[in-house]
């Protein structure tokens, strides 16, 4: 009994780590799989615009599914390399020679030049649509539709950061003129950048930061996740084809050897990276030169769901569910946290139950499988101990299909009612376990929401507009965002993505990644000296200058 909310768990709170239903969802053998298993090219890394197979530090790709006769044998789909701190620093000679102090062939060339490249680029990626949404369903267990719609989206980004782009030179086409002074204000590159992206979103959350950086001319190093590697290697051959040599490099294996190296350079310019706060840290510390290296960051969340006294319980529990369980909740904008007003407590338990307990579970190619398994070996161990936890703790399992796993396929569990003394309280799960609180004072779950050292978003659910005025006005200045009726999400890419805290650092959009990755730089001269104003005018009418240039 918590404040008046009796909670009876289904299961009686027992977990089944070798649950028999799970492991029938698995194929009984290689033959029963019914569709091909990709075998893509192996061990590929693209250094000083060529493609490269290394096989100096060779390791298998292993997916997340296994079969019935051999359990404990994950299928693999080839291998991929484990970059050297040498082939690091190739890949780094590289983009310094690509790039050459911004004398280089692509941060010389026009905008509408790499615009029309990134377009071909992007015209070309879309016939490989099919083939990358294969590997990322079959590495890191994205359904077969969510993994179509990360490349398409992808897609979609490239294009708009092309259209940001043209934006961006054509706000630029004017003169300026402050107290006495007549310049003209261009965006212009940082240098090398170095790119990382997770394995939740290894082909996206690469792309949103790389492609800004190489539309403004910079020189690019991608490290492609542990996870996640293999739905880049059909891309290498159209980066290839369409961009200088050198001005893109991509690398794969540990970010630790491979980012590691490079920031130890102090020759890197900007590092945009995606991952943990820990991880972070322990790469920038590494950075002989903190002071002038640009860094945007997205690390973990903790985003919560509150959901009011006068919520419409139906609809926060379709919201909810939706946002708690998208490919697992192993997304940075997952519910990771519900707070339900104890009014509300027993209903809304029980619709999210049901609704949760009516998920498609199975592989990832299942038709409308929205439980797929999880790609990280120690995730189900993991999400296995913060349930036994909260079970200790006070907390009970109120889904019919919770506290089940067999091998990499667990099913998502909802705890409640959860308190501060728990470890699933605080810590991010990004797993398929989602806690909820329930609360009597609204005063709770605004603390819990500022007083933590995440601040990507937040939703609220309910009408009442005193009560949502109270919340927002607490809440802004500790997220990024805040959702209203609405669940917590990245898109759509034109708008700022960003938070507070150890969840974001800079901002992930097309518009302002383009400016993260350049330079504010000004050519200016005084008013009334007019020979230097016609010197400047006369520059930015002719052909000499790739940096004056179109100014009205």
């Given amino acids: 009994m918590t404040k008046g909310i009796k909670i009876v768990s289904p299961v009686g709170d027992r977990l089944d780590w070798e649950c028999k239903e799970l492991k029938d969802k698995f194929p009984k053998s290689r033959n029963d799989i019914g569709i091909p298993i990709p075998k893509p090219q192996e061990c590929l890394l693209l250094i000083d615009g060529e493609v490269v197979k290394s096989t100096e530090n ?46 280089g062939t692509w941060v010389r060339m026009s905008m509408e030049e790499r615009c029309k490249r990134m377009e071909a680029f992007a015209g070309d990626l879309e016939k490989k649509t099919d083939e990358i949404a294969e590997l990322l369903m079959w590495e890191i267990g994205k359904s077969a539709k969510d993994a179509g719609s990360e490349v398409t989206r992808t897609i979609a980004y490239i294009r708009t950061a092309i259209q940001e782009a043209r934006a961006l030179v054509e706000s630029e086409s004017r003169w300026q003129e402050q107290m006495g002074i007549l310049c003209q204000i261009r965006h212009l590159a940082v240098g090398v950048v170095l790119a990382s992206s ?21 020189s690019v190093i991608v490290r492609a996740p542990r996870n996640g590697a293999t739905p880049h290697f059909p891309t290498l051959e159209l980066f290839v084809k369409h961009f200088p040599r050198g001005s893109i490099q991509l690398l794969t294996g540990s970010g630790r050897q491979v980012m590691g190296t490079l920031v130890g350079t102090g020759r890197i310019d900007a590092v945009a990276f995606i991952g943990t706060a820990s991880s972070a840290k322990g790469l920038l510390k590494g950075a002989p030169n903190p002071q002038r290296l640009r860094v945007m960051y997205e690390g973990e969340a903790k985003d919560a769901a509150i959901l009011l ?12 569910a939706s946002g708690m369980t ?46 797929t398994p999880l790609c ?7 999400v296995r101990d913060l349930i036994s936890d909260a079970l200790a703790k006070g907390a009970h399992i109120v889904n019919r299909t919770g506290g089940r796993c067999y091998k990499t396929l667990c099913s998502l569990s909802i705890l409640a009612p959860v308190n501060k003394h728990m470890r699933i309280w605080s810590e991010e799960q990004f797993g398929p376990v989602t806690p909820v609180a329930v609360y009597s004072d609204v005063q709770e779950p605004i603390d819990w929401v500022s007083r933590g050292e995440y601040g990507l978003q937040c939703a609220l659910f309910g009408y009442d507009e005193a009560l949502l005025g109270r919340l927002v006005d607490a809440l802004a200045y500790h997220v990024g965002r805040i959702n209203i009726n609405a ?42 000296d007019e020979r230097s104003v016609g010197v400047l005018k006369a520059l930015n009418a002719g052909d000499k200058s790739s940096v004056l240039f179109g100014a009205k």
């Fill in 58 to 103: 060779p390791t298998d790709v292993h997916t997340p599914i296994v079969t019935q006769d051999k359990p404990d044998e994950h299928i693999a789909i080839g291998r991929f390399e484990m970059a050297s701190e040498q082939q690091a620093m190739q890949a780094l000679e590289a983009a310094e020679h690509a790039y050459m102090y911004g004398r």
């Fill in 309 to 320: 006294p006068d919520a419409d319980v139906a609809a926060a529990v379709d919201e909810c």
């Fill in 487 to 528: 669940p917590d999400q990245r898109g759509p890419d034109v708008f700022p993505f960003t938070g507070r805290g150890n969840s974001a650092l800079g901002i992930l959009n097309a518009a302002e990644g383009l400016k993260f990755f350049s330079v504010p730089t000004m050519v200016a001269t005084k008013t009334d």
């Fill in 376 to 382: 990280e070996d120690t995730k189900p161990g993991y």
């Fill in 198 to 218: 997770p394995f939740n979103y290894p082909l996206n959350e690469a792309y949103t930061t790389f492609i800004p950086a190489l539309l403004m001319g910079n």
């Fill in 326 to 371: 998208s490919f697992n909740g192993q997304r940075c904008t997952a519910f990771k946290m519900i707070w339900v007003h104890q009014s509300q407590a027993e209903a809304f338990l029980e619709q999210l139950a049901a609704k949760i307990d009516g998920l498609p579970t199975g592989m990832p190619w299942d038709e409308g499988a929205k439980v």
